[in-house]
């Protein structure tokens, strides 16, 4: 991979501890979930290694059999703004979003869309691995995104066996992939998943498709600029403000939710990595956009529920410099 990689297992625990830890382990992994053991005993085994390939995160998961929830509070407690792919290697599970059900085996797949609630069923010990891909990546290829959650995509055949094909590697540690390939590589799979979901025919996205991306991949490169503007990413795609504004419209989030929501996403990001251990929090925000450490800090703990300084005192463990109100 070529960014950082982190792991969780509950081993490392007293056995009363480990499935408090658990849940603490998937909300930091991947999103705020309502938990239940299967059947509720002491212990709990758990484990998960993260990693990703540009924006796109990838998680391999080995645990005992439980049940996940996203519940209204949950989406509530943080957006969510990202789909999930959920791929048994080993055992099975019951996905649940929308009013449809997926029932997995080993190789097929499925997505959910972590905005709206959701269930995972496990009822058994099992390994999955599991993709993240931002709403702004995935959606937009989709014929029917209202429709593509919940559904079972098999992997003993066709577009299904070629896109669980196409995400083995990156889980399993075997492909290596280099900065600059990340964000090209990272489209792709996303063009792959979209394609066995049901993609958008070509010649029904024409030039909209091409230029949402487009305004996308400037907001991407521009957002430590703290001049960033929707007049000025229109200006650099060739388009108006207006049609700018329509084209973030039609795929979700405003063109100002999104860009804070990705400037927030790269802050939480930052503070975690070791690397940048020795800059402030307000350094941080600053290289992400954001000039006011004060806005950043309610910014931040609306999102994620505590503050700059916490996050990085939980993620990095020793301490880092942090001047930044909490």
Request: with cysteine; hydrophobic share 45%.
């Amino acid at each position: 991979m070529n960014v950082h990689q982190r792991a969780w297992n509950t081993s490392v625990l007293p056995v009363g501890d480990q499935f408090t830890f658990w849940r603490e382990v998937v909300w930091e992994a991947f999103v705020p979930v309502t938990l239940a053991r299967v059947p509720a005993e002491e212990g709990f085994s758990g484990s998960v290694g993260a990693s990703s390939i540009g924006p796109l995160g990838v998680a391999a998961i080995a645990s005992e059999a439980q049940r996940v929830e996203r519940t209204v509070a949950d989406v509530r407690r943080h957006a969510g703004d990202v789909v999930f792919l959920n791929m048994p290697l080993r055992g099975s599970s019951i996905v649940a979003q929308d009013g449809r059900v997926a029932d997995l085996g080993p190789g097929d797949f499925a997505v959910v869309d972590g905005a709206r609630p959701f269930s995972l069923e496990f009822g058994t010990e099992f390994e999955q691995l599991s993709l993240i891909l931002p709403h702004e990546m995935l959606l937009p290829l989709l014929a029917s995104p209202e429709t593509a959650t919940g559904r079972a995509v098999r992997g003993d055949s066709g577009l299904g066996a070629a896109a669980g094909g196409a995400l083995r590697p990156f889980f399993t540690g075997r492909a290596r992939v280099d900065a600059a390939a990340a964000r090209p590589l990272a489209e792709r799979l996303a063009s792959l998943v979209a394609l066995a979901l049901g993609a958008v025919p070509v010649a029904a996205t024409g030039s909209r498709a091409a230029l949402t991306q487009a305004a996308i991949d400037e907001v991407e490169r521009s957002l430590g600029d703290p001049e960033l503007s929707p007049a000025l990413v229109a200006s650099r795609v060739g388009i108006s403000t207006r049609y700018l504004h329509q084209l973030f419209s039609a795929r979700g989030p405003s063109f100002g939710r999104w860009v804070l929501a990705r400037r927030l996403q790269r802050c939480h990001a930052d503070l975690a990595d070791p690397e940048l251990a020795q800059r402030t929090v307000g350094e941080i925000g600053w290289r992400n956009g954001f000039t006011d450490p004060s806005y950043l800090a309610r910014a931040f703990r609306r999102a994620y529920g505590i503050s700059p300084g916490e996050h990085r005192r939980l993620a990095l463990p020793g301490g880092a410099l942090d001047t930044i109100p909490a």
